[in-house]
């Protein structure tokens, strides 16, 4: 699985840098991934899902840690690189842009 594009949109927040799209292949995309200033730095926090008793669980996440490295070290370069070249917006616009329309052809296909 390689990694085709990867898209950011920055947050004026203290401790969320921006919400992220990553797309694998040119053809699955996983959204709402968000990069977060820790104490040790900059990392990754998988899209999850508030559960009914107020923790959350990852909806998607890497199954290994080579590939959670992959992601990490392409995300945070890529949020580096772009780093004051777009301009950061609120955490609940970015949340709504990270998160592209599907193919309209794929709307038709019966699952």
Avoid: C, W
Avoid at 27 to 41: H, Y
């Amino acid at each position: 699985m390689k990694i085709t594009d990867i898209r950011i949109f920055p947050v004026d927040e203290p401790k969320l840098k921006a919400f992220v799209s990553i797309i694998f292949d040119q053809s699955f995309i996983v959204s709402d991934i968000k990069i977060i200033e820790g104490n040790s730095g900059l990392f990754l926090s998988m899209p999850s899902k508030k559960r009914k008793d107020g923790t959350f669980k990852d909806i998607a996440h890497p199954l290994n840690s080579e590939t959670r490295k992959m992601m990490e070290d392409a995300v945070i370069a890529a949020y580096k690189e772009s780093a004051g070249n777009k301009p950061a917006m609120s955490a609940h616009a970015a949340e709504e842009a990270s998160f592209p329309e599907a193919d309209p052809a794929m709307a038709s296909e019966s699952h």
